[in-house]
């Protein structure tokens, strides 16, 4: 979203959208990426002698699905204040679907919009991944 826009309800929701499946060649660039080089999200058999059954995502990987997301709904030139809490692990092979809804909108000093949105991210098994606020100043045409 970009430029001027009608003000926005609460009740608006994103158009839902899937990330995946995910590869572990995915967290290895994320890795890199981030400068996260925790080799749980990398080497195989260092997190199978951890006890998990296979390297596993970044939490912060999903958070930038999750902003991508939102950023892409709402504009990310508009995007005011971003959160999320992470609930569960994900795997290689996992699919996150990511979805919002608008939850509070007020106005601003300045004829604009300040809209605030729940976000989240789900793993086909139904469970979130994670879970998040965000806030976005948009402006109003008139």
Same mark, same amino acid.
Not at 3 to 10: D, F, K, M, S
Not at 93 to 117: K, M, W
């Given at each position: 979203?970009? +430029?001027? %826009? ?13 990330? =995946? ?9 994320? &890795? =890199?990426? &981030?400068? $996260? ?5 990398? $080497? $195989?058999?260092? %997190? ?6 296979? *390297?596993?995502?970044? +939490?912060?990987?999903? &958070? ?10 709402? +504009? %990310? ?6 959160? *999320? ?7 290689? =092979? ?14 601003? &000093?300045? =004829?604009?919009?300040? *809209?605030? *949105? ?15 606020? %965000? ?8």
């Amino acid at each position: 979203m970009t +430029g001027t %826009a009608t003000a926005i309800a609460v009740g608006t929701r994103a158009q839902p959208r899937t990330f =995946g499946p995910l590869t572990t060649q995915m967290f290895v660039r994320y &890795s =890199g990426a &981030s400068g $996260d080089l925790n080799p749980m999200h990398y $080497d $195989d058999i260092i %997190a199978r002698a951890a006890g998990h059954p296979s *390297v596993f995502s970044q +939490g912060m990987h999903q &958070s930038a699905l999750l902003a991508t997301f939102a950023t892409d709904w709402l +504009g %990310a030139t508009n995007l005011r204040r971003f959160g *999320v809490r992470f609930k569960e692990q994900v795997w290689p =092979g996992d699919i996150l679907t990511c979805t919002g809804e608008v939850t509070d909108t007020r106005p601003t &000093s300045d =004829g604009g919009q300040l *809209v605030t *949105v729940e976000l989240t991210c789900t793993r086909q098994t139904g469970g979130a991944a994670i879970t998040g606020t %965000a806030e976005f100043r948009i402006d109003i045409g008139s």
